[in-house]
């Protein structure tokens, strides 16, 4: 219930600010000090509704991560999909709120808001620095003047609907409803969609600009894909003002392409890295995607795991085919004609096999980490 009259509040102040049957801002400074005036009123009413993390180190996290974004959305030219023509400079605040929802959210004028949750799921600076440069484009372009702006060319009942889903950011907290409806009906209008696809876009040439890898855009958004398409039925807050995950994902790795980057997910996830864990026996066991790919044992363990590790980690970064995978009789684990590793006898021993054995399991394991990675990642 209480979420209900925030939205009521969010949008009397909406009214208020931009005079829904007053012209938009002519200028961008107009339009700054508009969204300046309307952010810092919104951002009260959201620090009075949610509760402010009292984990210190994402909060730091966040506002580092955030600060280099904005400074770099501050200074330089962009180009712009949907939104205000020229980007918008603002004093931008970041904040993390309590919460589970793989979530984040901007108002009008620089305030942006990142949920626990969000933090929780993302598996780099990279990947966080994606999710923060996609909201302060959202901020810098003046999504919502500009959804206000376009209001007369849809129905009067949409563009509430429409406001409800941006600022909200369709949160799951308190279950409810309605809203769940309203943002439903604001996502199949197609106008979020423009900005969705305007911010990714913004964010990406904020990413480039930036210190932070650009396939932290990529993973995150194919992991949401990815769970969303394993899951459609859970009731994930990003999933309903962030549609079409996996058209995202796509276009923003047509973006890495035509930018000439290599897409290397080792580097800017942990699960599609190899981690190298030392076992109770003395061992060191090889993981990839969330599974055991292999025990390394004996004495030079440790090294010959560490020295796969970053070799399994660009074979896996090509998204080979599974075909690229072969062994040689005396244990040698190859991909696209590259030496991976060496079963040894000591390997062997640990998991009581013969080496032709084990050798066919190492095969057939990483066969199975390949087939997991690229099920992930691409659209089947
Ligand atoms: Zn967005």
């Given at each position: 219930?209480l979420k209900s009259l925030f939205i009521t509040l969010l949008l009397g102040s909406l009214s208020l600010a931009y005079g829904f049957e007053d012209?938009p801002a002519?200028?961008?400074d107009d339009g700054q000090a508009k969204d300046a005036a309307l952010g810092k009123s919104l951002s009260e009413q959201v620090d009075k509704e949610y509760k402010a ?31 205000s023509?020229?980007?918008c400079k603002f004093n931008y605040t970041f904040k993390?709120l ?6 984040a959210f901007s108002l009008p004028g620089g305030y942006i808001y ?21 909201e302060v484009?959202h901020a810098a372009?003046r999504h919502l003047a500009t959804l206000e702006k376009?209001k ?7 563009i509430p609907?429409i406001l409800i889903a941006i600022i909200s950011g369709?949160s ?209």
């Amino acid at each position: 219930m209480l979420k209900s009259l925030f939205i009521t509040l969010l949008l009397g102040s909406l009214s208020l600010a931009y005079g829904f049957e007053d012209k938009p801002a002519s200028s961008v400074d107009d339009g700054q000090a508009k969204d300046a005036a309307l952010g810092k009123s919104l951002s009260e009413q959201v620090d009075k509704e949610y509760k402010a993390s009292k984990n210190t180190e994402y909060q730091e996290r966040v506002s580092r991560i955030g600060a280099e974004i904005a400074k770099i959305a501050n200074e330089s030219t962009v180009n712009i999909l949907w939104g205000s023509k020229k980007a918008c400079k603002f004093n931008y605040t970041f904040k993390v709120l309590v919460g589970d929802d793989v979530n984040a959210f901007s108002l009008p004028g620089g305030y942006i808001y990142v949920f626990e949750g969000l933090i929780n799921h993302a598996e780099s600076d990279d990947e966080l620095a994606g999710v923060i440069a996609h909201e302060v484009s959202h901020a810098a372009f003046r999504h919502l003047a500009t959804l206000e702006k376009e209001k007369s060319k849809i129905d009067a009942v949409t563009i509430p609907m429409i406001l409800i889903a941006i600022i909200s950011g369709g949160s799951t907290a308190g279950g409810l409803i309605e809203l769940g409806q309203l943002v439903g009906v604001a996502t199949g209008s197609g106008w979020s969609q423009k900005a969705e696809e305007a911010a990714d876009y913004g964010g990406f040439q904020y990413m480039l600009k930036s210190k932070y890898n650009p396939t932290g855009m990529v993973t995150f958004m194919e992991r949401l894909a990815f769970e969303e398409r394993m899951s459609p039925k859970i009731d994930w807050g990003i999933y309903r003002t962030h549609p079409p995950t996996r058209e995202r994902a796509n276009e923003l790795v047509q973006r890495m392409n035509t930018a000439g980057i290599a897409i290397k997910r080792s580097t800017v996830t942990t699960l599609f890295k190899t981690q190298i864990k030392p076992t109770p026996e003395g061992n060191f066991d090889a993981w990839f995607g969330g599974r055991k790919l292999y025990t390394f044992s004996g004495e030079d363990a440790q090294s010959r795991a560490e020295k796969a590790a970053a070799r399994i980690d660009s074979f896996m970064d090509s998204l080979p085919e599974l075909f690229d995978i072969r062994s040689l009789q005396d244990g040698t684990i190859i991909g696209h004609g590259t030496v991976l590793w060496q079963v040894t006898s000591s390997d062997a021993q640990a998991t009581k096999d013969t080496l032709a054995n084990a050798t066919t399991n190492a095969v057939l394991s990483l066969k199975r980490s390949l087939y997991n990675l690229t099920y992930r990642v691409w659209d089947f």
